[in-house]
């Protein structure tokens, strides 16, 4: 089992940033993978960023590239997500979610383990 909590959501003007965290715990196996994801209201969920546990490899989407960087301190079980030159459109429920073996750039359902969220609301 992974337990993930996540942290540092709130409301912020376009062009501002924001440095999410996601404390995780539980079984090291269960999280060599680790991504945020997003949903906005109305939308499917959408990855944000991803990241393997050991080699730090990165994965964005597209939308995100060169504003946002996730990032990870294993001493501290504690995923990052950085953001940058924030836009409206990035307004969305983030959630920090989790998974086991090598293929960090996996589709969504294929992450197990997932935190309650952390909102962002950017505004114009």
């Known amino acids: 089992q992974v337990h993930l909590v996540e942290s540092g959501g709130d409301s912020v003007q376009a062009g501002g940033s924001l440095r999410l965290s996601c404390a995780a715990s539980g079984s090291t196996n269960g999280r060599s993978c680790m991504g945020w994801f997003r949903q906005a209201p109305g939308k499917e969920r959408e990855g944000v960023a991803r990241?393997?546990?050991?080699?730090?490899?990165?994965y964005y989407a597209d939308s995100v590239k060169g504003r946002f960087t996730i990032s990870q301190d294993n001493a501290k079980n504690t995923l990052y997500l950085q953001m940058n030159s924030l836009k409206p459109e990035d307004t969305a429920m983030y959630y920090c979610?989790?998974?086991?073996?090598?293929?960090?750039?996996?589709?969504?359902?294929?992450?197990?383990?997932w935190g309650q969220g952390t909102q962002v609301t950017v505004s114009s």
């Open positions: 990241i393997s546990t050991v080699g730090a490899n990165t």
């Open positions: 979610a989790a998974k086991s073996g090598s293929w960090c750039d996996a589709p969504e359902y294929m992450y197990t383990y």
